[in-house]
């Protein structure tokens, strides 16, 4: 059972971190619901 | 033979009304909120001129403060002047408001931009002596037009008010009663576009005294479009720069990748030089008003004054190979491409490390990586962090997976081969290029042999697509091939010429 399991998720990635395509790639293997996800440019 | 960097020029324009007025937080907020608390503190927390330029990193911009020099000087820089600080830089200089309204009244080719009589002549004399100005330019400004005149195109024909200290003293007219490409607020951004492009230009060809007629080609690169309802970005801010700077011989084209393009431009200037099919390129961005008090809301709110408060341009020249100026290793160009993903490991692989293997080199064989040198003093009160050294922190996190450096030279990795950031937050004019003129230096002085110029664009503003960009080329020492080989031609020919004597000879005594 992970932390993010049965959850939905907001993710807002970052263009000079983390980009949001790579964290919903890190959920997948959760039963996590992604409702929203943007990468975004913080400059 | 590589193509070499001959020379690079930045401005910038202290523009405080226009941070109330232009800036896309503060004209926002009056639309959204009116009486807003934020939008009357605004002009109470703005920078003096003599502020302005004696803030660090702006006198790191112009050229006048290094890198190292900024980087030994504690964060937050708000607070700190540069000792002696000059409008005058190295690489370029400092504009004050009213000049730089000037410049945007000389970029206006259409008769869209009127200025108050008394406002015309107070700035003539710093306009018309500009040596750099291409002669049908220096008289650009006129005779003016009375207040009432512009205020009546304010208030009855959606004209754009230029303001300076708190009055109007001109204003930008709609070039068109419905196209909404032409409409004033257009037709002003896209001017201050091509009046701090021009002036980059004209900063460069007077810096480093180049003759405007050597010109063959311009890459414009800023973040702006111009064109009609039919052809909404047609262009061309480059030939239109190259214009105002009396590059007769120049023809030029606009190249896009949001913050990307200026990297972009550098290797296509580098590809169309080293080809020979115009053998020296300009590559040129000017900068953008809508950036200005994007991040004053936290600045104001954290006791700081307004940061973002000057307009950016750069310019730069790519030439043919003369055997002196460092080299642009087209051969050691990365680029993030459609299927590289967008891991950190991906992207940081794509535009690092996978030029770096095509040239047998580490990550540490890079002695500076010029990366989005955005200033942290504007970024971290605003919650973005610190993007320079985030970005080094990946690069150095990779070069420890690759098994080139220790896990624990991480810290030490973003001080040796990476800078602190000071180039203002106007989109692309931080991006890879605020180094270029500080690595010719360097390079040239021999206290650096190689460096990486690293672009990376938000694509998925525009909302085309999802991906971003990101594209880098290395720089390093020119080691005069050009002067050897030519030696060696000569001594070639020198032999041949001995050896067929000698034979001659040797028939006659035969």
Known sequence: ?43 | MFPVIKGAAYILAHTPDMVLHNGTTQTTERTVNPDSEYLKQVPNNLRSFEQFVSYPPNQTFIGNLSPSELGELDLPWYDKQAEGASSDGKYGEIFQQDEFIGWIKLADVFNLVSLEKDFTESIRQSIESREGLSESFRTALGEGVSLEKIEKEIAEKGAEALIHDGKTVGCVKRAHDIDPNLNAHVIFENLVSKASGAMALISLLEKHQIDPLDIDYVLECSEEACGDMNQRGGGNFAKAIAEVAGCKNATGSDTRSFCAAPTHALINASALAQSGIYPNVVIVGGGSTAKLGMNGKDHIKKGLPILEDGVAGFAALISQNDGVHPILRTDLVGKHMVGTGSSPQAVITSLITAPLDRGNLKITDIDKYSVEMQNPDVTKPAGAGDVPLANYKMIAALGVMRKEMERTDIADFTKKHGMVGWAPTQGHIPSGVPYLGFAMQDIMEGKIHRAMIVGKGSLFLGRLTNLFDGVSIVIETNPGQVEEEATVSKDEVRQMVAEAMRSFAASLTE
Do not use: Q, W, Y
Request: aromatic share 6%; hydrophobic share 40%.
């Open chain 1, 1 to 43: 059972m992970s932390l993010f399991d049965d959850k939905k998720i907001i993710i807002i990635g970052d263009r000079d971190g983390i980009p949001a395509p790579a964290i919903e790639e890190c959920l997948k293997g959760t039963s996590a619901e992604i409702v929203f996800s943007s990468t975004e440019c913080f400059v």
